[in-house]
């Protein structure tokens, strides 16, 4: 199965630039299906993203993220072929992780 | 459309609040370290998402139970986030600081349903500033809230929204 995670890690200087795109629905829980009936929460709650053993990055998000939720931050440290683990959970407890290589 | 819902149960929340009142400190990312980084080979754990935080209305009230204080309005914070936002369930929200020190950066959506969108945290070594993207669903206040040296500062900023984003 295809990763629902895409992540862009971009080593310059002494920084990692990262970016990452999960695919994820990130159900609010305040908009109504078709029939009228509400559908029910469904978002991602937990991101990691590690390298070298030490987790340089944690979002905590709530139902106001965007669907397929983007995001970017940038880290010292990091070398063009290191390993960078991205990993995430959902309030329904589904979870995915992936291993990127920094470029 | 149907953003807002009824109240939640106000009473179960204030009795979450009192319960968790003295833990609340320790559960917000401060400072002291006592949350994560235990076990750096651990995957995205569910268990230290701040469920209260992000169940809260109002800005006092999700930084009280987020970090356990106030945030002081600093000039050192850049909050980007577009004048109108045409389409209410992409607004896209950056962040960055010149403060010393900093160990989270939380976004606060003043008039949605929960007033808190997103918080992250910045271990040393990893610069802050953050991007993601947002659902709003009306024109609110946008405030930007960055730990740095044990201390809140905020800055904010109004979006207009066109169409919310909440899909209804």
Redesign the interface.
Known sequence: MASTIRVRAVASGD?TEVQSLIQHP?D?G???DSKGELIPAHHI????F?HG???????????????D?????????GKKGDDLKV?????K?A?D?MVAKIQ | M????DAPDAARRLLLKGALAGGLAGLGFAASGSF??AD???????K???ADA?KQKGEAETLKDLYGKAAEVSDKITLDAPEIAENG???PV?VASTLPNVTAISIL?LE???T????????E???P?????????KTSKVVAVVEAGGKLYSASKEVKVTVG????
Request: with cysteine.
């Open positions: 920084s990130m609010s305040f908009v109504k709650e937990v991101v990691t590690e053993g030490k987790v340089v990055f944690t979002a905590y998000w709530g139902p106001a993220v965007s669907k939720p983007y995001v970017k931050f940038k880290f010292k440290g990993s995430w959970v959902d309030n407890g979870s992780s | 149907t953003c807002f819902p994560a980084f750096a080979d651990a995957n995205a754990n569910a230290d998402w701040p992000f369930a992409v607004v950056s959506v949605n349903p929960n808190l969108a997103a918080a992250y945290k910045i271990p070594g990893t610069e500033s953050v991007s993601n993207r947002l659902k709003m669903a984003g909440c899909g209804g």
